[in-house]
């Protein structure tokens, strides 16, 4: 439950609608889906597999299990880090999703166009707005980190990713009855590969990463809590099924409003404030109450997410450093606190102009190199740590039990087809096609 909880986030409802309309639909879908199916859950599962038997923070459980070089292992634990730097805009977003609770409330943009004004405004000359909410999302992270994972945002989320699902359901079958869904279904699968252009395919991969919550040891901390006997392999199959199933879902029922009313996929990072708003201003009264309740079951979506993105350092420095949960959570919340400011100042006219760099300003750029980047490379570690590392008896004795005749493919692709598929993505980044 706690790894869906993580996987399940801004990931699937935000991001993955937003970048699949700004690189062109289909062929990114694709590459997307692809990498799930032939990465993501082998990865997966040799990251739930490193945290299962190490028992530790991630720093630790590496260090512990490398049968020798445990100094240069132990590295692969400070992937931590990816989640800090994505933490700094992930508050920041649920930042907006809190502000967007709010003003929902009270009242809806009456068409796509007003609600795109409305997005921009608070992005490019509301600060205040931003700051305030952004300090919020610190302090109840910030909280819940001190309080430990087990006890209450566990029990929150079991009766919020329901909840989040059934709104969805309703909202996607009431789009599935509009004009404007016959548009989403060709933009989000039919396959347009002349817009598959290099950086497109290495955010689609990065996101696959990004979505299930791989390659930074949030997976493997939760892991380190599971009990022996545990079926790891039906864990992570239902966590990157869930995921999968809610981002196409998302994806289709937020093109298919933009369709209908009139507007276009590609609305960046405000596509899901601009999408839904206008489409629940169409619903009347009724509208302002659902778009309330899918904000608040975003927003926890978000927080439980986020809990797991800043968790696996919190751990670290309590078990490498003796510090308390306390001093380790606050010290963590601070970090992604300040440098989501500069996240904020990088949207805002008369300062995003000295913290842009080649067309990506630094919210893109954290974005861009802990998913495309960083993660990808976290994956990469796990996959030739359990393959090549980890003792093959050990592994054979541990996931055998649950794999079965599959165990001789999966470990196949954690030696073989992973590195590869890694090494052609490394090879796209430095730009050799
Ligand atoms: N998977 C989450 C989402 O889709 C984000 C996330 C949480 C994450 N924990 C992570 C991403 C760890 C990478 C690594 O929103």
Redesign the pocket.
């Known amino acids: 439950m706690a790894a869906a909880g993580?996987?399940?986030?801004?990931?699937?409802?935000?991001?993955?609608p937003y970048i699949t309309g700004e690189y062109g639909g289909g062929a990114f879908v694709l590459v997307y889906l692809i990498t799930v199916a032939l990465v993501g859950f082998s990865v997966m599962l040799a990251e739930m597999l490193i945290g299962y038997l190490g028992r530790k923070d991630g720093v630790t459980s590496f260090e512990t299990l490398a049968p020798t070089r445990k100094g240069l292992w132990k590295f692969g634990g400070f992937q931590g880090m990816?989640?800090l730097l994505?933490m700094t805009f992930?508050s920041v977003v649920i930042g907006w999703i809190l502000n967007y609770i709010v003003t929902a409330s009270i009242s809806l943009p009456s068409s796509v166009h007003e609600a795109e004004v409305t997005f921009t405004t608070m992005l490019h000359s509301d600060f205040f707005t931003q700051f305030f909410y952004h300090t919020i999302a610190f302090v109840i992270v910030t909280y819940v980190l001190h309080k430990g994972i087990k006890s209450g945002i566990e029990k929150v989320n079991l009766i919020l990713m329901p909840a989040l699902i059934i709104i969805l359901s309703v909202m996607f079958v009431y789009a599935t009855t509009l004009d404007g869904f016959s548009k989403a279904l060709t933009f989000m699968f039919a396959p347009d590969w002349s817009k598959l252009n290099s950086e497109a395919f290495v955010t689609a991969v990065g996101h696959a990463?990004?979505?299930?919550?791989?390659?930074?040891?949030?997976?493997m901390t939760y892991a380190a809590s599971m009990e022996k006997g545990t079926n790891i392999v039906k864990s992570a199959f239902w966590v990157v099924f869930l995921?999968t199933a809610i981002?196409i879902v998302a994806g289709l029922m937020l093109f298919t409003f933009l369709y209908q009313y009139g507007s276009g996929p590609d609305k960046g990072p405000g596509l899901v404030f601009i999408s839904l708003p206008a489409a629940f201003y169409e619903m009347g009264v009724l509208g302002n109450i659902f778009a309330v309740f899918f904000f608040i079951a975003l927003a926890f979506?978000?927080l439980?997410?986020?809990v797991?993105?800043v968790e696996?350092m919190v751990q670290y420095f309590i078990d490498r450093f003796g510090w308390s949960r306390l001093k380790a959570s606050i010290s963590m919340g601070g970090f992604f606190w300040l440098v989501g400011i500069v996240v904020i100042l990088s949207g805002l006219d008369g300062t995003k102009e000295y913290l842009t760099w080649g067309g990506k300003n630094f919210f893109d750029w954290i974005d861009y190199i802990?998913?495309a980047i960083m993660?990808p490379f976290?994956g990469l570690i796990m996959a030739v740590f359990v393959g090549y590392i980890l003792p093959k008896t050990e592994v054979q004795a541990t996931m055998q039990p649950f794999l079965g005749w599959a165990f001789a493919p999966w470990y196949f692709s954690l030696r073989y087809i992973i590195p590869v598929a890694m090494f052609v993505v490394m090879l796209n980044l430095m730009g050799v096609f």
């Open positions: 993580s996987a399940v986030g801004l990931g699937n409802i935000w991001k993955f990816a989640g994505i992930y990463f990004f979505t299930l919550s791989l390659g930074m040891g949030a997976i995921d981002a979506a978000g439980t997410s986020a797991s993105l696996p802990t998913a993660l976290g």
